[in-house]
């Protein structure tokens, strides 16, 4: 059986080993015993103490800002594709035109993945990256947002705006962790703001490799996403 605490809505506590199996407790007051864990728990990994060791993982805060456009803008520009803006040193990444579960079609811009960009915030603690999600707002970000969109598209008429914040972990080799953090214990964290566009392939490595006890990650060295840990 598989259990997900995405889909139960709880949260686990601690996993701990226990001869072969592990024990993993949910804030609910269940313990589930199973033979495998996966571990997959992005920018809140280093906070709990689940694993035996700690992961060499930064926190980033980072800002996105989602401009809506009119439905006649929609149909002009749902094809265009992804663009990475470089009007100086750095950039601007930009999504084409997607209907949000709300209704309204918004073009999403996102700055330069950097600790060197003055928009982005190391987040040293649990605290620091509550806080940052639920910011409400950022002064900075969205003046600098509405700049970018206005030079790439000077002729869209912008209904709304919504800024959005993440967090994206930033691993010490640059590549995602992944691999076994303990003997049936599989590690799948470090996404360094590039891993949405290749998450499936992430995803098959991950369920094949924790299967079959072994890396699966066809012609990708397993070397290369070793998980480098702080002690």
């Not at 002729?155 to 967090?167: F, G, R």
């Not at 590549?175 to 049936?184: C, I, P, S, T, V």
């Amino acid at each position: 059986a598989v259990v997900s605490t995405q889909t139960t809505g709880e949260v686990v506590t601690s996993i701990t080993r226990e001869g072969e199996r592990f024990l993993v407790q949910l804030d609910g007051a269940d313990l589930v015993t199973c033979g495998k864990v996966c571990v997959t728990t992005g920018s809140f990994t280093n906070f709990f103490g689940l694993l035996p060791r700690t992961p060499d993982i930064r926190m980033m805060g980072h800002t996105v800002m989602k401009f809506e456009i009119d439905e006649e803008t929609f149909e002009r520009c749902k094809d265009m594709p992804s663009i990475n803006f470089c009007p100086t040193s750095s950039y601007v990444y930009v999504l084409p035109p997607i209907r949000y579960p709300n209704g309204k079609v918004y073009i999403k811009l996102g700055h330069a993945v950097s600790f060197e960009n003055p928009l982005t915030r190391l987040l040293h603690s649990h605290q620091d990256v509550l806080d940052w999600y639920c910011l409400p707002d950022y002064p900075e970000a969205r003046s600098y947002f509405n700049e970018q969109f206005k030079l790439i598209f000077p002729k869209i008429e912008v209904l709304s705006t919504a800024l959005d914040h993440c967090v994206m972990g930033i691993t010490k080799t640059g590549r995602q962790y992944l691999g076994f953090a303990d003997e049936g214990c599989f590690l799948a964290v470090g996404g360094n703001g590039v891993s949405a566009k290749m998450g499936l392939e992430i995803g098959r490595i991950v369920a094949d490799s924790i299967i079959a006890e072994s890396w699966q990650g066809g012609d990708l060295e397993e070397k290369d996403f070793e998980i480098v840990y702080k002690d």
